[in-house]
């Protein structure tokens, strides 16, 4: 079999690069492992009637340009904007409830902290400030210090002009941006439940606690986003996160792109450090001029391509990749909703609508919780984001139930799948129990479960140590240093291979800027006569 380019992986950045190369006329085959296509960006039914959002389940960052050039929503995508979009409810009743009113959101901070309730917006603000400076350099290939091209000047200064913008401010970015979010936090606010709050998009999917230097960029990296509809304001994906998938992958089919599901890579053929195509695990052989890699870097190179294809320093660099993850995904399907306790009734309420923070919920419990699992102990008081997708979509599951995602961490990194077995069942025990605290009978509610530990996601996604990114999002790792250095705008040390997954810049989460990147890479490589 032949075709001119052949992308490995149908998550949500492979199909964005088949779609994008398939529209500039390149004959584009993908090729996905699972029968079904989205990577980490899927809908499955797990129970009958129950359509989870298996990993990710809230959609931010998806890049605009994305979503017009690819015509999204006519091929199938819509957004369900959550506001409010926090909740944090407390045990003893009282819960802080954050959204788009200001006025509202102003009233339930002050409940905490007057104090914080007048800075909040300035805060915002200045994320918002922040955020248009960066995202200028989101949507190109990252500048290579090694290797400086005109090309690179444009966006870089443009960002120099906002950074110029911003003034006095400049330092207090500075610190958010390099800083520990910890300090950051408290340096803005005094009230426990809101830096508890803000602080959860600082750790989420990190090896880190809010003390950890660079964790202020991965909160910053959290609110980058407007898809939602306003800046930081995630959206729920009606038919859950696998319709947006779906909808990328109508996108490059009406382009021409085909794609291929249950067609797992053995490994890329490479002949004198050029790539020449895939053999798939049933022995087909696929020859391609261009193959293009979404599957993470530690899998691609060491896996697919092989280290003795590869200069002992470029080994060297991918192995020295951060997979460690804290995260573990629960999904489940209930019979009601949780009614919290400072709620009126048990009916869908504004509390229900957004991102639900439960357990560990102040800094210290979040530090003590990361402590836990650096001991290689799951902690007493994990942290807990609790969705409810079907409030906003009943399609979701049968009347009167409801699914429910909680993203939970921090679970040590290293424990085995057989340690999971001994101990996943009272793990999600002791979550269930701490919603219980605030929503009293909760736990009754659940009539199905999955409880997905770091090995589970490397498992059933191929995502390395079960890291949700394709590797940590450290300042180490960003921009001319991710995947690593030399080797950051897509191409690779194989000829005519290229990468296209979160593993590379601008990093993880459902953005499909490493997709559009790299498809620009490959279509002025091919222009040049190469690649
Ligand atoms: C539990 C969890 C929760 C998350 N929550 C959110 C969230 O709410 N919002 C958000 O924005 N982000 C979230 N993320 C992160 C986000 O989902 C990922 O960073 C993003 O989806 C990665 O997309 P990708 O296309 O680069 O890679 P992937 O989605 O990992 O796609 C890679 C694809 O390659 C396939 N593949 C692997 N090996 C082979 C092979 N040998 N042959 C063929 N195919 C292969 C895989 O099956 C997969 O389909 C979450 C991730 C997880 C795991």
Redesign the pocket.
Known sequence: MRCDTVV????????VTAAYLARRGLETLV????PL?????VTEELWPGYKVSR????????RPAVIRELELERHGLQLLRRDPWSYTPLADGRGLLMGSDPQATHREISRFSPRDAARFPEYEALLDRTARMLEPLLDVPPPDPAHPLLADLWPLLRMARAAVGLRRDLARVFQLLVGPARSALEGWFESEPLRGTLATDAVI?AWAAPSTPGTGYVLFHHVMGETGGARGV?ANVRGG?GALSEAIAQAARAAGAEIHID????RIVVDQGRAKGVELEDGRVIEARTVVS???PR?TFL??VGADQLPAEVVADVEAIDFRSP?V?INLALDGLPRFKGSADGRVGPEHRGTIHVGAQTLDELEAAFAAACRGELPERPMVELTLPSVLDDGLAPDGHHVASM?VQYAPHDLDAAAWDAQRDRFADRVFAMVDEVAPGFSERVVHREV?APPD?ERI???TG?N???GAMGLDRLAFMRPFAGWARYRTPIDGLYL????THPG????GA??RNAAAVILCDRKRGRG
């Open positions: 490995i992986g149908g998550g949500h950045n492979g199909l090729v996905e492992r699972r296509l989205g990577g980490a960006c990993a990710a389940y809230v959609v931010g960052l998806l999917g995630w996160m067609s797992p890579v053995r979404s599957v993470d899998r896996g697919l995260s995904k993203f997905l996601l996604f191929g995502l079960g949700i990114f394709h296209c997954g979160a593993g993880g989460g459902v953005m490493c997709g």
